[in-house]
Structures are given as C-alpha cells and as structure tokens.
C-alpha cells in the first residue's frame, strides 16, 4: 500500500510540476541556486557571464547596435588563462538572472585586470553605465542594471559593520556573512518616488545644475525613514517647489542603480491651480517650470543632440524611453489628449 501511496505522489507532483508556468519553474530555480551552494558552483560551469570592468558593463558595437555579449564558462576560462589569472575569479561572481530553459546568467566584475587587453581580446570595450543603459536592447538593461547594483554592494560591504572582520560571500551573491559574529547581511535597495505634478492642464519639469544641457525631468527624492510613498511624495514636492499636494496616484516602479540601488516609486501628484506658483529650492534645483501639452508634444520628439540652439541656448528635452519619467510624462500626455 505504501509504494502505492508513493507512487500516487509521484505522479501527482509530476503533473503539478508540469502545470507550473515557465516563470514559476524559474523563479523556484534561482531560489534553489541562492540557497544550494553546491548547486550554484555546479550552475556556474554551465552558465553564462556578463562582464564589468570597475563597474562598467563590457559592450560589443554591430553596426549601429550595442549588444550585450554573454560569454560560457569555457570562454571565460580561456581568457582568464590567457591572463594569467586563477578560476577563483569565478567565485567572485554574482547570479543575476537566468533564461527560460534555466541557463544561469552570472556577472563578474574583472576590474583589477588589464582592460585594454579584455578589449581587444573580446573585440569591444567596456562603457560607463548611464551610457550602456540607453542603448542596448531593452531586454539587456534590467540585467545590467541589477548586475551592477548587486557588485557594487559586494564591493562596499566585504567587512561586518558590528566586528569589523571580514564578511564571505556565497556563491550566488545573495547574501554576505560574518563568521565572528553570525551576522548575515543581504543587499538592500532605496526607496525613491519620482512625481510627475500637474495643476490639471500643465505639468511641472525640474533640472538640476548636474544634469545635461536642456535636460527637464519629473521630481524625486528618497523616502526618509518611517515615510510612507504618499507622505514622501507630499513632502518632496513642498521642499522642492513649495507646492502643496493635493491627490496622488501611484504609476509604477523601477529598479534604478544611481546614485546606489533604488527603487523608483513612480507617481502622478495633483496641485490646486489657484495654488501653482513655483518656489523653488535653489540648493536643489537649477530650473523648475510648468510646461504645456505643446511644449511637452514637441519635448518628447527632441533628442539632445538637437536641442542646442545658435545663440548657445538649450531647448528643453526629456530623459529617454527607457527612464521611468519618460512614462510617466507619457501618461501625463495621453490622458491630456484622451
């Protein structure tokens, strides 16, 4: 009777296993690698890597297109020999990710080597990451961007802040322990809401000193300790541009690795129109102005190769497409003209 109940439990689980989505099979397999050390070293010599260079992704120019290149175990073996360089480079390495047939993606940053010989050994060159993230393919910019978040606090959190000793990674890089002490540490992101504040028929735009020439962009700040979203934002808008909020909604969120790993809240703000007169804190911003639905239309078509003028003046443009205040000024647009 008990091989029958087994049996009936195989069964079971297997059609349960099957029925799962391809994305529950995977998250349960990244899960698996962040937990089984074992598991994950066996990952690493059948996975792939993205390269970094003191943080810089490394970047392959195709014609016009930047790809992202993700190069095997056995590739990253050769060049590490031809190095000179052990394979416990390998276990610097931190998982980010992998494909739907559960091919794990790793990053590793090669940033004590010699990158003109990487570069020329791999036929393209490693870019600053603002860069990267605005022109390669979509789909390769999240990675990117988690891979470079998750290295950089590697990097900055090798000692136990309470003992002062040295902290060990695991394998995947999901998490950093102290052996003197038991403390384990995980990577933690900053919360952030960035509002896009309308009066109802104008939309209010922002610069700092810092940013490019002519560069508008919605409002943002951290979330101070004990806020909620809807507090931060409310308290945001009145530092920067003295305005009170009325409403808000929520829009959605992003991961975004500046200045560290934050997350951006993304949200809509309502002022009243009566109270729309800008006081702007000038220790903050450079610039901040309502902008009309025409100005927004022909905002949004500039690039910022193009904005400059003869007279040495900027016109406004916007940050790009794959920035989470371009939607939300988007959505501001379409519910204009809806």
């Known amino acids: 009777m008990a091989a029958v109940y087994q049996a009936l439990h195989r069964r079971v689980s297997s059609l349960a296993c099957r029925l799962h989505?391809?994305?529950?099979?995977?998250?349960?397999?990244?899960?698996?690698?962040?937990?089984?050390?074992?598991?994950?070293r066996q990952a690493q010599t059948s996975?792939?890597?993205?390269?970094?260079?003191?943080?810089?992704?490394?970047?392959?120019?195709?014609?016009?297109?930047?790809?992202?290149?993700?190069?095997?175990?056995?590739?990253?073996?050769?060049?590490?020999?031809?190095?000179q360089e052990a394979e416990q480079w390998m276990e610097k390495s931190v998982l980010i990710g992998c494909s739907d047939e559960h091919r794990?993606?790793?990053?590793l940053d090669l940033g004590a080597l010699d990158k003109s010989v990487i570069e020329?050994?791999?036929?393209?060159?490693?870019t600053d990451l603002r860069k990267a993230l605005f022109v390669v393919d979509g789909k390769d910019s999240p990675l990117l961007a988690s891979a470079q978040s998750l290295l950089?606090?590697?990097?900055s959190h090798q000692y136990c802040s309470k003992t002062g000793q040295p902290t060990e990674k695991n394998p995947a890089g999901s998490k950093r322990v102290c052996h003197a002490s038991g403390v384990t540490y995980y990577p933690q992101v900053s919360p952030v809401v960035i509002t896009l504040v309308s009066d109802g028929s104008r939309c209010l735009l922002a610069r700092q000193p810092s940013f490019p020439p002519g560069m508008f962009t919605a409002l943002s700040g951290f979330c101070d300790m004990g806020e909620n979203v809807e507090e931060a934002v409310r308290r945001e808008v009145a530092?920067?541009?003295?305005?009170?909020?009325?409403?808000?909604?929520?829009?959605a969120s992003q991961h975004w690795p500046f200045p560290s790993s934050s997350l951006m809240i993304a949200c809509h703000a309502l002022v009243g129109a009566q109270r729309a007169e800008i006081s702007m804190d000038t220790l903050e911003l450079e610039e901040a102005r309502w902008f009309g639905l025409e100005e927004i239309v022909e905002g949004l078509k500039r690039e910022p190769s193009s904005s400059k003028q003869d007279d040495g003046s900027f016109l406004p443009w916007f940050p790009p497409k794959q920035a989470i205040a371009h939607q939300l000024i988007r959505e501001w647009l379409q519910q204009q003209t809806a």
């Open 21 to 40: 989505s391809t994305y529950v099979r995977k998250m349960r397999y990244l899960n698996q690698l962040k937990e089984d050390d074992s598991l994950c």
């Open 47 to 83: 996975g792939t890597f993205y390269l970094f260079h003191n943080l810089s992704p490394f970047l392959q120019k195709v014609g016009k297109k930047y790809l992202v290149p993700q190069l095997s175990a056995a590739e990253m073996r050769q060049i590490l020999e031809k190095l």
């Open 104 to 107: 794990p993606r790793f990053a």
């Open 120 to 126: 020329s050994e791999l036929q393209g060159s490693f």
């Open 152 to 155: 950089r606090w590697h990097d």
């Open 239 to 251: 530092e920067e541009v003295g305005l009170e909020v009325e409403s808000l909604r929520y829009s």
